[in-house]
């Protein structure tokens, strides 16, 4: 009888103890999916996945989070994509009008040095020498800001194909991770049926 109490006892302990300590993994785990990268998420939740045989069984609700994560993450990634993209369409507008601006300032700086030493210019009359030097100024400004504009191009432009690049191999990741975590519940799935069925065919004898 007092054995009976003791095994009651022990068996009691150790079913709290399995569960104490299954709920901190539970909290370990749920934390580091909210606090570390994509990356570290995979790795901790195969680390902290109960194993069969040569497999891994990975918990729903991890692969669940590890889902949301990784949208959260193509979200973001594309959400700074697009804004990327909106700078170079603005920027290549700006680009456009410093040209044309260029173009019509070289177009009258042509006309002007064909004119007399003495002319107009916005009401002044100015000699030729500095109505050149004005233009030129204006010329040099404006290639200034043309080659501003162009450099802020070339590096947000940069910044987009290594976005697209980070998001593609983002993309890929999850694919082949997906793909890898069907093939192994697949796997675990089978080899369960084959052994209920022997369970099965077991005791039909």
Known sequence: MKLSKYLLA??????FSSITNA??????????????NIEKQFDIVIKKSSR???YKVIKQVWINKLKANLADTLKTLEGKLNTTNKQI?????TISGLEASLAKTN????????????MSFFGAMVTKSSYKTIMWVIIGVLLALLGFFIYKF????????QAKKALAE?????????????????????KLQDEINKQRKAGAK
Do not use: C, P
Not at 10 to 15: D, K, Q, R, V
Not at 107 to 118: P, R
Not at 170 to 190: C, G, I, N, P, W
């Open 52 to 54: 069969y045989q040569e």
């Open 170 to 190: 983002t993309e890929e990741e999850f694919e082949d991770h997906r793909r890898r975590s069907l093939e192994r519940e697949q796997k675990v799935m089978r």
């Open 154 to 161: 070339k590096n947000s432009n940069a910044v987009t194909i």
């Open 23 to 36: 709920q901190e993994e539970n909290v370990t785990v749920e934390q580091a999916l909210k606090q570390e």
């Open 10 to 15: 022990i068996t009691i302990l150790l079913s």
């Open 89 to 93: 369409a603005d920027q290549k507008s």
């Open 107 to 118: 177009e009258d700086l042509a006309s002007v040095t064909q004119q007399k030493d003495s």
